[in-house]
Structures are given as structure tokens and as C-alpha cells.
């Protein structure tokens, strides 16, 4: 889905459990290069390379992956990607996650070993074969708050923990657009904070969403929703007067 010029949301499907659910990396891009923010989960590595072409975009022009956090549905895709570019693609994380996508520590929300005797009960052969082989993925470069990346118009980092450790949001600026990543979500077409039930520090995660109410935004992606045009400052409001009581 066209979001911006060089701005484009991927939507990437899977199916659980008989429910359909979409995940939405963002596909950011000018006549330099292009940059994927979160990538997916495991073996979606054909999905992403249609989705690029389908925006007229060279998978060849893409040189560096923004990971917006640790979980497992937005770093999985990253070492195919890697592979299929013989590894010629930068990966950008926050410090505080990076030991977990690096694989020097399991990550947190899909460690089996932390988990109850119901929890594992729960979970299929075929996702408890994924927790326990989470996918590694080398880091190159580090990222903090304020920081600015001089690529496709400028991308600025927000860090936004709360959700994990080291979560980020993105705000780019040629187009006044958000990437939210799971700091914030989409229900029914309204914007919603931070799901408490995959959210690790759920009083930190909604103090994060302050931070977006000092830019000037014309659009948000949630990771999980898609696409909210117009402006958040309302509902971002909306949702610190409720949970921040």
C-alpha cells in the first residue's frame, strides 16, 4: 500500500490457528537506495521480494534493515534477506535489544524456558520448533534517541521502550509519516496504545507515546493495523488520559 512518495507498506500474510494475520513492514526508498523497517517472521522472504517489486523498487537497491525491536515477528525475516543480498545490508537496531536479535540472550517473550507448563502446552510443534530456533541476526550499527539518518529524506530515531528493552519508532520526515512499530496499534480504524498482553513494561510503553506528540505527523503505521492518516495528537491524548491514571 502506497503510503508517500518512497513511502510503501507491505503487507505480509499469515495464517494461524484458521485467522489470517497481517503484518506490515515499511518499504522506504529514493533514487539512492531503499530501507526496510522489520522484517516478517521466517520463510516470508518471497512475500517481501514480490511486495518490492510490486512498489517498482529493485531488491538490489536495498541496503539496510531497521529493526524496530526483538520479537520474533519483526526480526524473523532478517537472515534470509541477509543471505539473499550475500550480505550486503546494513542492520540498524537499539542497544538494548541488540543481544537478544544477536542471539547472545533468548528473546524475552518466545523463551520457552521461562515459560509455564500451560504456555508450553499451548503451543504448537511447529511454533515451539520456531521459539526454540529463534532466528539470529548480526547487528551492524547501533541506534539512539534523537538520532537522524541522512537516507531517503531523513529518518529520525524515537526510542520508545516499553514494549521491549530497546523499542524504536521511526519518523520520516520528507513525508511527515510515523512508524509506530508496536508502540501503537490499529483497531478498527482507530489508534490504540500499546497491547498490555505482549507488552513487558506496559506503564513505560504508554509514558513512550509522549514523545510523538513533538512531531508534526500526518500519518502513522502500526505494525499491527496498518495505515492511520491524519493527525495522532488526539487519540495519542486520548490514550495517555486513559492509562496514565
Same mark, same amino acid.
Not at 146 to 152: F, G, I, W
Not at 213 to 219: S, V
Given at each position: 500500500?502506497?503510503?508517500?512518495?518512497?513511502?510503501?507498506?507491505?503487507?505480509?500474510?499469515?495464517?494461524?490457528? #484458521?485467522? /489470517?494475520?497481517?503484518?506490515?513492514?515499511?518499504?522506504?526508498?529514493?533514487?539512492?537506495?531503499?530501507?526496510?523497517?522489520?522484517? #516478517?517472521?521466517? #520463510?516470508?522472504?518471497? /512475500?517481501?521480494?514480490?511486495?518490492?517489486?510490486?512498489?517498482?523498487?529493485?531488491?538490489?537497491?536495498?541496503?539496510?534493515?531497521? +529493526?524496530?525491536?526483538?520479537?520474533?515477528?519483526?526480526?524473523?525475516?532478517?537472515?534470509?534477506?541477509?543471505?539473499?543480498?550475500?550480505?550486503?545490508?546494513?542492520?540498524?537496531? =537499539?542497544? %538494548?535489544?541488540?543481544?537478544?536479535?544477536? @542471539?547472545?540472550?533468548? +528473546?524475552?517473550?518466545?523463551?520457552?524456558?521461562?515459560?509455564?507448563? $500451560?504456555?508450553?502446552?499451548?503451543?504448537?510443534?511447529?511454533?515451539?520448533?520456531?521459539?526454540?530456533?529463534?532466528?539470529?541476526?548480526?547487528?551492524? $550499527?547501533?541506534?539512539?534517541?534523537?538520532?537522524?539518518? !541522512?537516507?531517503? @529524506? #531523513?529518518? $529520525?530515531?524515537?526510542?520508545?521502550?516499553? =514494549?521491549?528493552?530497546?523499542?524504536?519508532?521511526?519518523?520520516?520526515?520528507?513525508?511527515?509519516?510515523?512508524?509506530?512499530?508496536?508502540?501503537?496499534?490499529?483497531?478498527?480504524?482507530?489508534? =490504540?496504545?500499546?497491547?498490555? /498482553?505482549?507488552?513487558? %513494561?506496559?506503564?513505560?510503553?504508554?509514558?513512550?507515546?509522549?514523545?510523538?506528540?513533538?512531531?508534526?505527523?500526518?500519518?502513522?503505521?502500526?505494525?499491527?493495523? @496498518?495505515?492511520?492518516?491524519?493527525? !495522532?495528537? !488526539?487519540?495519542?491524548?486520548?490514550?495517555?488520559?486513559?492509562? +496514565?491514571?
Amino acid at each position: 500500500m502506497k503510503v508517500a512518495s518512497g513511502v510503501e507498506v507491505i503487507e505480509l500474510k499469515i495464517e494461524a490457528l #484458521g485467522n /489470517q494475520i497481517v503484518l506490515n513492514p515499511t518499504l522506504v526508498w529514493d533514487n539512492k537506495m531503499s530501507i526496510l523497517i522489520d522484517t #516478517g517472521i521466517p #520463510g516470508q522472504l518471497n /512475500q517481501i521480494k514480490e511486495a518490492i517489486a510490486k512498489a517498482d523498487v529493485r531488491f538490489d537497491t536495498l541496503k539496510a534493515i531497521i +529493526l524496530t525491536h526483538q520479537d520474533i515477528d519483526h526480526i524473523g525475516g532478517a537472515p534470509e534477506l541477509l543471505k539473499e543480498s550475500n550480505n550486503q545490508i546494513i542492520v540498524y537496531v =537499539h542497544e %538494548d535489544d541488540k543481544p537478544y536479535i544477536e @542471539g547472545d540472550l533468548p +528473546l524475552i517473550k518466545t523463551d520457552t524456558s521461562r515459560m509455564s507448563k $500451560e504456555e508450553l502446552a499451548s503451543l504448537t510443534k511447529e511454533v515451539k520448533h520456531l521459539y526454540d530456533n529463534s532466528p539470529k541476526v548480526k547487528v551492524d $550499527e547501533l541506534l539512539e534517541d534523537k538520532q537522524n539518518l !541522512p537516507y531517503c @529524506g #531523513g529518518i $529520525e530515531v524515537i526510542y520508545t521502550p516499553g =514494549h521491549s528493552p530497546g523499542h524504536i519508532s521511526l519518523y520520516l520526515k520528507h513525508s511527515k509519516t510515523l512508524v509506530a512499530g508496536d508502540a501503537m496499534v490499529i483497531i478498527n480504524n482507530r489508534l =490504540h496504545g500499546p497491547v498490555k /498482553q505482549t507488552t513487558l %513494561d506496559i506503564k513505560t510503553a504508554t509514558e513512550s507515546l509522549k514523545k510523538f506528540l513533538d512531531y508534526d505527523i500526518d500519518t502513522v503505521i502500526c505494525y499491527h493495523g @496498518g495505515v492511520f492518516k491524519g493527525d !495522532p495528537r !488526539p487519540h495519542i491524548l486520548k490514550i495517555l488520559n486513559e492509562q +496514565l491514571v
